[in-house]
């Protein structure tokens, strides 16, 4: 990474001239050094996280002029962009749309992927390396949760936006009033492969439904004879970005690319493999 770090700066150097030495990002959770580079109303931000990654980042000049800090959004705005967000299709579905994708890498950083994912999505500003430092996350992933929002709920509050969260059963009542709000759940499962796979297949499924209330019969039948169980070694956090009623059924959305934003898998099944621990970034 050192090597990464300084053959970058000597090949933009090369080109743009010696860089800036700047304090850029807001609060504790994400205020960084940078080296930046200027060229044609854009700036070049080039970060270090020692021990971590190095991060290249272009964005407006006016936004690094600023340091990286923006403006709160009203909660009027952001609760009017949820609600335009929220699509009811025809066979039940109520999913919310548009939330942003950040895929976790390598490095497996579910849990900062997924809340950059949650506050991006309101307006917040939001960095998964940054959120995973704040998180004491080592490589592999493995981030706790809960360190992860004290480094970070402050800063959620101080943007204008909520925190809250809840343990129990995963009730449709619950979801449902989250989403019809525009707003996703962030939700702690245990992602084993039997999950994925009844979840991959389900998904496939629904794509050439025509008889939903045979579907909504077959998926009941399948939750009953479902083998799902707590792998306790497969530990991951997701998006809960919809659900439809009538087959009680949830979709997920994964921070492992666009081949995964949104998949369905029915309540009863997502219960078998649920950590009972929900959070939500609101207004």
Same mark, same amino acid.
């Given at each position: 990474?050192?090597?990464?770090?300084?053959?970058?700066?000597?090949?933009?150097?090369?080109?743009?001239?010696?860089?800036?030495?700047?304090?850029?990002?807001?609060?504790?959770?994400?205020?960084?050094?940078?080296?930046?580079?200027?060229?044609?109303?854009?700036?070049?931000?080039?970060?270090?996280?020692?021990?971590?990654?190095?991060?290249?980042? #272009?964005?407006?000049?006016?936004?690094? $002029?600023? &340091?990286? @800090?923006?403006?709160?959004?009203?909660? !009027?705005?952001? +609760? =009017?962009?949820?609600?335009?967000?929220?699509?009811?299709?025809?066979?039940?579905?109520?999913? #919310?749309?548009?939330?942003?994708?950040? $895929?976790? &890498?390598? @490095?497996?950083?579910?849990?900062?992927? !997924?809340?950059? +994912? =949650?506050?991006?999505?309101?307006?917040?500003?939001?960095?998964?390396?940054?959120?995973?430092?704040?998180?004491?996350?080592?490589?592999?992933?493995?981030?706790?949760?809960?360190?992860?929002?004290?480094?970070?709920?402050?800063?959620?509050?101080?943007?204008?936006?909520?925190?809250?969260?809840?343990?129990?059963?995963?009730?449709?009542?619950?979801?449902?009033?989250?989403?019809?709000?525009?707003?996703?759940?962030?939700?702690?499962?245990?992602?084993?492969?039997?999950?994925?796979?009844?979840?991959?297949?389900?998904?496939?499924?629904?794509?050439?439904?025509?008889?939903?209330?045979?579907?909504?019969?077959?998926?009941?039948?399948?939750?009953?004879?479902?083998?799902?169980?707590?792998?306790?070694?497969?530990?991951?956090?997701?998006?809960?970005?919809?659900?439809?009623?009538?087959?009680?059924?949830?979709?997920?959305?994964?921070?492992?690319?666009?081949?995964?934003?949104?998949?369905?898998?029915?309540?009863?099944?997502?219960?078998?493999?649920?950590?009972?621990?929900?959070?939500?970034?609101?207004?």
């Amino acid at each position: 990474m050192d090597k990464d770090l300084e053959a970058i700066t000597a090949q933009l150097s090369k080109t743009l001239g010696e860089p800036l030495k700047e304090r850029f990002g807001e609060g504790k959770v994400g205020r960084m050094n940078m080296r930046r580079w200027d060229w044609r109303g854009h700036s070049i931000l080039l970060a270090e996280a020692e021990g971590e990654y190095v991060g290249l980042q #272009v964005v407006p000049s006016a936004f690094a $002029d600023a &340091g990286g @800090k923006v403006a709160r959004t009203s909660d !009027t705005i952001i +609760r =009017a962009q949820a609600l335009s967000n929220l699509e009811t299709r025809k066979n039940g579905d109520v999913v #919310v749309t548009d939330i942003p994708m950040v $895929d976790q &890498g390598p @490095k497996g950083y579910c849990v900062p992927a !997924t809340a950059e +994912r =949650a506050m991006r999505y309101l307006g917040v500003p939001a960095d998964m390396y940054i959120l995973a430092n704040a998180g004491e996350t080592g490589f592999g992933g493995g981030t706790s949760v809960d360190l992860l929002l004290q480094g970070i709920g402050r800063h959620i509050r101080n943007k204008g936006r909520s925190f809250d969260s809840w343990d129990g059963e995963l009730k449709l009542r619950d979801i449902s009033r989250q989403i019809d709000k525009g707003v996703p759940v962030i939700w702690a499962l245990y992602s084993s492969d039997k999950f994925n796979e009844a979840a991959n297949k389900r998904t496939e499924a629904r794509k050439s439904v025509t008889d939903w209330s045979m579907w909504k019969t077959k998926v009941a039948q399948e939750a009953a004879a479902s083998p799902l169980s707590k792998d306790r070694s497969a530990g991951h956090v997701v998006l809960i970005i919809g659900y439809n009623k009538d087959t009680s059924e949830i979709a997920f959305s994964d921070s492992w690319g666009e081949r995964f934003k949104e998949r369905w898998i029915t309540l009863p099944e997502a219960e078998q493999v649920s950590q009972q621990r929900f959070y939500v970034i609101g207004f």
